[in-house]
């Protein structure tokens, strides 16, 4: 069974830009969530979508969104990128939404300069 | 707010001991406490979970004690191998349709040779 993959895996933006960052979920998947790593600030939640619908929401700005298509792949787009964007984003699936038992990809490394 | 902290920051054991890490939470509605373990260049994966209706849980060299009085929980790894070098985050959250797992800043172990 296919794991969680995500695209593109390395990518360098410059301020201002968006970027947009790809996650296919293990089949049959529903639920995916999406977090940002950086050093200081360890694993910070990002959104959950279940059944193309925001589950819930992290404390980030509006900059950042997401959306989840019918066969549960989901997509995240950050806009007009700050240089603290700079992160690993990681997509994370489960069978269905509200469980801890995620299986996450291995990220995608933004590097914004 | 950090709502799950982890200690101590960074951890160092020579090969065969016991690596003990902790982790304190302050929401008593979490009822789901998991453990992943995370491998430079890789997501995190889930290593061991726990709730908080057992004190103890044990899988192979891995064991989770859990006090709920205290609402700390910690991961102990038996036999410590150079394979176990991770950096460790534990984890806690209220399991529901919208709830989210909130991670604790993770720690870094090393195990010598």
């Keep these: 069974k296919a794991g969680v993959t995500q695209t593109p895996r390395y990518l360098i933006k410059t301020r201002g830009q968006q970027v947009t960052l790809s996650c296919s979920p293990i089949s049959g998947h529903r639920s995916v969530s999406w977090y940002q790593q950086t050093p200081g600030q360890g694993l910070q939640f990002l959104f959950e979508y279940f059944s193309e619908t925001q589950r819930n929401k992290g404390n980030f700005p509006g900059r950042f969104s997401g959306r989840q298509f019918s066969n549960s792949r989901s997509e995240m787009n950050v806009s007009t990128l700050e240089l603290g964007d700079s992160a690993l984003y990681l997509c994370a699936s489960s069978l269905s939404a509200g469980t801890g038992e995620l299986f996450f990809g291995e990220g995608s490394r933004l590097t914004v300069l | ?113």
């Design chain 2, 1 to 113: 707010q950090q709502q799950v902290k982890q200690s101590p920051q960074s951890l160092i054991v020579q090969k065969g001991g016991i690596s003990i890490i902790n982790c304190a939470y302050e929401n008593t509605a979490f009822d789901y406490f998991p453990w992943y373990q995370q491998f430079p260049g890789k997501g995190p994966a889930l290593l061991i979970a726990i709730r908080p209706d057992v004190s103890e849980k044990k899988e192979g060299r891995f064991t989770i004690s859990f006090n709920k009085s205290a609402k700390q929980f910690s991961l102990h790894i038996m036999d410590s191998q150079p394979g176990d070098s991770a950096t460790y985050f534990c984890a806690a959250m209220m399991t529901g349709a919208n709830s989210k797992l909130t991670f604790g800043k993770g720690i870094t172990l090393s195990v010598r040779p």
